[in-house]
């Protein structure tokens, strides 16, 4: 499951402290959950002026404690993260469960920056959140999801599910297909390469790659 999230916090160079904590899926559903236990004293002006404005500790309000396991539930199994500019995003959401080896069972121990992905394409212009709700840790992540959505847009991006097919860049999956599908696509591409590989001369890669390309667009309806 893929993962968008955005957190808000207090660091002095030294430590992080969470505030509040944000997330969207890839099937819409959101998680949103402000740290009681958070030293709010400590915070910078700023961060009380730009931050602290947004919360609302009565409707979202949960103990420290209570934040790793609700993240765990809500991003189940072999989750896919994504943040913008994640350094310290990702460091504070793996500080919810101790070191990084205390991560939870099939957790990556890295998070995919949509910062990254946007140099890597040349740091092309992407829209403002002009509501007013910047800083607030949800309405970052969703923004952080459309920000990945439109760059995905991009011809040159990185095919955003590769079990679409592990070795060729073969359509587009924005939004990934269901796992029904991907499991077709899979199967598929490997009955074509089998096929055809028992009658391969040299050279003849290209031509196993495009019956292969065929074969997915087949099963997903993708434009020749």
């Not at 959101?30 to 947004?54: C, F, M, P």
């Not at 074969?215 to 020749?224: D, N, S, W």
Request: contains cysteine.
């Amino acid at each position: 499951m893929r993962i968008w999230f955005d957190t808000e916090f207090i660091e002095d160079g030294k430590t992080i402290d969470l505030i509040s904590i944000g997330m969207v899926r890839e099937d819409g559903k959101t998680l949103y959950l402000e740290n009681l236990s958070a030293e709010i004293g400590r915070a910078s002006q700023w961060v009380k002026d730009n931050v602290i404005v947004h919360l609302d500790y009565v409707t979202h309000g949960v103990v420290r404690e209570e934040i790793g396991p609700k993240v765990q539930a809500f991003a189940g199994e072999k989750p896919e993260f994504w943040a913008y500019y994640a350094d310290y995003d990702w460091v504070v959401l793996c500080q919810l469960y101790g070191t990084m080896m205390d991560l939870p069972k099939d957790w990556p121990m890295y998070c995919r920056d949509v910062k990254q992905l946007c140099d890597s394409l040349g740091n092309p212009p992407l829209t403002k959140q002009e509501d007013g709700s910047e800083h607030n840790a949800l309405a970052d992540a969703l923004w952080t999801k459309k920000a990945w959505e439109y760059l995905q847009s991009d011809p040159r991006a990185p095919v955003a599910d590769q079990q679409y097919c592990t070795h060729f860049r073969a359509g587009r999956c924005t939004p990934a297909p269901p796992q029904s599908v991907r499991d077709a696509v899979i199967e598929e591409c490997a009955k074509v390469a089998e096929s055809f590989r028992r009658q391969m001369l040299p050279g003849d890669d290209r031509i196993l790659i495009r019956k292969i390309e065929d074969a997915i667009r087949a099963l997903t309806g993708e434009p020749k």
